[in-house]
């Protein structure tokens, strides 16, 4: 029998690279909870029509890129591509809109799945963290979600983050605007490739996503949403970029920003990592003013967050070489000198695990020297030797393995002795 495949673009993480998984991961997640953001979890399925009235049926996520079956019950499902859609979901369903503290702030962690073509940093298994705040549209919300994420990729060990910002508008804004963008595309009519062609009338803003052949050259030169945005939205923007300049975080205007999803409204943003090539973007996000009335909310009740790329992240580092050393896998080895003392020896570990300090042992019967050889595989700083001498005075051996310093210790002491020895 055949041992199956792992499923195309659906990574193992294993050591080292866990290890550095969860560095950015942790590092995203604290940011977002020092700032006061608090923990959400949704399931990893929704209704397919969170997603599809969510994200939009122009993207390409909803047309081509997600995970649908029925369940044994009938019911459409699908896994969920992204987090936006299904934590205003969940908030609706909960009446947050008709909480009196708002705005709420939220984050989160999951595996998200979207069938997409694999190739380096694109995956159809991948891992994000996110913030949403929702009920505010407050500028100075944008800009502390805006400078959040750039402190959390910063805090993740990436030296070159650079953050594109666009405004988007209003809903209302757009009708003019759509119809200016489709007249323009129709001089193109005979060069937008079919995909473009087909959704221009869902959604034309999508013709500035495509990277088809020719199709950037024409988007360079089309009417720009920005020089037609309202007032308010011009004055909230231009409100986020100086809240932001203020801070001195580095900004690059790019008003041919849209993104992949429909949902936005006025701010968005994306961060890109130097080293990456094509799949650059590590994160991105962006307000959402519209999603809760698409999922059939009856009133307004806006919106933004972003979400960041654990997976990109991790590859961004090991491309700039900044992976950071791992951590010591036990900071103790417990070894066995001699024949008969694997309970004395297990006993030890024990006390020093259930004492929360971290230490393993091998008692298989192997060499003192294969034992001495794994603590420092393990990046162990002390070792905790018992041979059958210890054992009948009571003793055991604690040897500095970076000084090579030992000395006696009674037993009885070795949890006290370990955790001062393991003092900075
Ligand atoms: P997104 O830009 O689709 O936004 O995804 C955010 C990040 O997730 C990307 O920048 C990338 O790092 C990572 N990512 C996305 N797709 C893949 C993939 N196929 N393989 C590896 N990494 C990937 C959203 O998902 C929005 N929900 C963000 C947001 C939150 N907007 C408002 N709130």
Redesign the pocket.
Known sequence: MDLPDPVKGAPDWLPPEAATFDTVHDAFLRTALEAGYQRVRTPVFEHTEVFARGIGESTDIVQKEMYTFQDRGGRSLTLRP???AAIVRAALTAGVPRQAALPVKYAYAGD?Y?Y?RPQS????A?H?V?V?ALGAQDPVLDAEIVLLGYEALRRAGLQEVTLRLNSLGDREDRGPYRERLNAYLDRFADQLPPDVAERRHLNPLRAFDSKAPGMPEIMANAPRLIDHIGEAAKAHHEQVCRLLEAEGVPLTHDPLLV???DYYTRTTF??TAADLGA?N??????R?DGLAEDLGWPERFPG??????V???VLALQGAGLVPEPAPRVDTFVVLAGEGVGQEAFAAATALRRAGLSADLLADGRSMRAQLKAADRAHARLAVLIGPREVAEGQLTLRDLGSGEQRSIARADVVAEVRASLEP
């Open positions: 992204e987090g936006t998200f979207r997409e940093g694109r995956q159809r991948f994000q996110g949403e993104r992949g999803l994306e961060y799949q973007a590590v994160g991105g996000g962006g959402y933004i967050g972003w979400a960041l790329g997976d990109r992240t």
